[in-house]
């Protein structure tokens, strides 16, 4: 990323965005990948190896000398008579900005303590002139983007063990009940904000809960709350065993820190939809960069670091859905 500021201070506009994109994005994606695929892939971005068509996927197709306005190489298919770029076809096709800038722009928003403005003032010091409304805009339209990817990673990876508990959250003013469950380990199984605290959410969050895990506890563990009994026998079925602790608050209130913290400086959301986007792309996000330790051994800084670049640059290329 510091390779990126340098250069916008040296460099005229467009020269930053080729920059930019092949500097930081692509160099991130080479270090994901195997020799033969670094090999082709710097070819594509070379535009000496031909991309395969996004609408007819035939491999015949011919490199452009027109670049889009974003430095983006075109390509065209004879096949169906169409002309593409990499981005064709991926969800942020239609926008101005470069993919990297929107995605960092949706990460940083999810991950740290910033609001819209925050964004947008960072970014206007790498020289993109950017309103926080459209930050805002790129929330609504990818952190759902961010959950639904995370989410699919970790179906059948929940322990056998799960915690589930409710915390409040405040939403237009009115207290809501953000359901969370975490296995034994304190990773995030799921999370669902619901309106109310009754019988029906925790029946949907159960429900919820298997789907994304894509399998049965053995034993469950749960606050007093009497909704729960019925429920768990209902959708998780009578050889589960439940236990309902009232120590379990020591477990899960750690847990429930972190988005606490995110939305304290926030002051409430101002609609539930919108709260709801938030906390489950937020939890989402922490869940998938958190530093696990095996046997509660501390995590030397150092590899913290570097599995927090990994991820983080593996995260940024899934999402971009380029085509390679
Ligand atoms: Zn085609």
Not at 14 to 33: A, C
Not at 143 to 165: H, I, M, Q
Not at 283 to 300: I, Q
């Amino acid at each position: 990323m510091s390779c990126w500021v340098t250069k916008d201070n040296r460099s005229s506009g467009s020269e930053w965005v080729i920059t930019f994109y092949f500097g930081y994005s692509f160099g991130k994606v080479l270090s994901e990948l195997s020799v033969g695929d670094r090999i082709a892939s710097f070819l594509i971005s070379r535009g000496e190896l031909l991309m395969s068509c996004p609408h007819c996927l035939s491999t015949s197709t011919s490199k452009r000398k027109h670049r889009t306005s974003l430095a983006y190489r075109t390509f065209f298919c004879p096949g169906c008579g169409r002309r593409f770029n990499r981005r064709t076809g991926s969800p942020f096709n239609d926008l101005q900005f470069p993919t990297d800038v929107v995605l960092l722009a949706v990460l940083w928003r999810l991950r740290y303590k910033l609001s819209f403005r925050d964004v947008a003032e960072l970014l206007l010091q790498r020289g993109f002139v950017i309103s926080y409304e459209t930050i805002r805009a790129w929330e609504f339209r990818f952190a759902p983007l961010v959950s639904e990817n995370l989410r699919s990673k970790r179906r059948g990876s929940a322990g056998v063990s799960w915690y589930l508990d409710e915390t409040c959250i405040k939403v237009g003013g009115q207290w809501r009940y953000l359901y969370r469950a975490i296995d034994r380990a304190g990773n995030l199984l799921d999370s669902m904000l619901s309106e109310h605290r009754d019988k029906h959410a925790a029946r949907r969050f159960l429900r919820r809960l298997l789907d994304t895990a894509g399998e049965k506890p053995l034993r469950m563990t749960t606050d007093k709350h009497p909704a729960y009994t019925k429920a768990i026998r209902w959708i998780v079925g009578r050889k589960v065993l439940h236990r309902q602790n009232q120590y379990l608050n020591n477990r899960m209130e750690q847990s429930h820190r972190s988005i606490k913290q995110r939305y304290y400086p926030m002051l409430g959301f101002q609609n539930f939809e919108s709260a709801s986007r938030f906390c489950s792309a937020f939890d989402e996000l922490r869940n998938y960069l958190r530093a696990r330790s095996v046997d509660d051994e501390p995590v030397p800084a150092s590899t913290r670091r570097e599995i927090f670049t990994g991820k983080w640059s593996a995260l940024m290329t899934e999402l971009a859905g380029e085509i390679s």
